[in-house]
T-cell receptor, first 109, second 112 residues
């Protein structure tokens, strides 16, 4: 069962462009997190959002949690080659934790 | 340095030969979890533990065992590995689920 659907699955953009990645579910989550993963390495936590409607900013990255706590978005402003990687959303439901299938981002210099 | 340490990083083994992948964290986290990552399937939870001696099945527990005898350690045991367990495995720990997980660097397992 895939609780978290991410879109797009792949994204290739030029340096300096803006982009948005979406994470959607039919389930309500008590918290939702975004991670970035580089090839062959473990995911690294970027942010946790816990309140419906919450917006968090991390330099050029803006994260938003939907009002109903079922969806989230990640917006990157002026993407840089260092932003290249696999972006994963993840949510907790009860004692289990689920990951989306990820968005593979490539930023071309 | 706060970290989750997995060993080994790479492992090639034969079908049926028991193996253990170790995981240790130095952050005094209560929650620990094992995931496997496969192309097209993403990260799937194998087992998780909420505290010492408390473990439970995740989405794909078949063929795996875990134990949590100490807070810092959470080994993953494959009693009789099969080729369909070839995968990239991650151990992760967390103070509480809502605070997010710290992941290890991964163990790439190949079963031939």
């Amino acid at each position: 069962t895939q609780l978290l659907e991410q879109s797009p699955q792949f994204l290739s953009i030029q340096e300096g462009e803006n982009l948005t990645v979406y994470c959607n579910s039919s389930s309500v989550f008590s918290s939702l997190q975004w991670y970035r993963q580089e090839p062959g390495e473990g995911p690294v936590l970027l942010v946790t959002v816990v309140t419906g409607g919450e917006v968090k900013k991390l330099k050029r990255l803006t994260f938003q949690f939907g009002d109903a706590r079922k969806d989230s978005s990640l917006h990157i402003t002026a993407a840089q080659p260092g932003d290249t990687g696999l972006y994963l959303c993840a949510g907790g439901s009860g004692n289990q934790f689920y990951f989306g299938t990820g968005t593979s981002l490539t930023v071309i210099p | 340095e706060a970290q989750v340490t997995q060993n080994p990083r790479y492992l090639i083994t034969v079908t049926g030969k028991k193996l253990t992948v170790t995981c240790s964290q130095n952050m005094n986290h209560e929650y620990m979890s094992w995931y496997r990552q496969d192309p097209g399937l993403g990260l799937r939870q194998i087992y998780y533990s909420m505290n010492v001696e408390v473990t439970d099945k995740g989405d794909v527990p078949e063929g795996y065992k875990v134990s949590r005898k100490e807070k810092r350690n959470f080994p993953l045991i494959l009693e009789s590995p099969s080729p369909n367990q070839t995968s990239l495995y991650f151990c992760a720990s967390s103070r509480r689920e809502r605070y997010g997980y710290t992941f290890g660097s991964g163990t790439r397992l190949t079963v031939v």
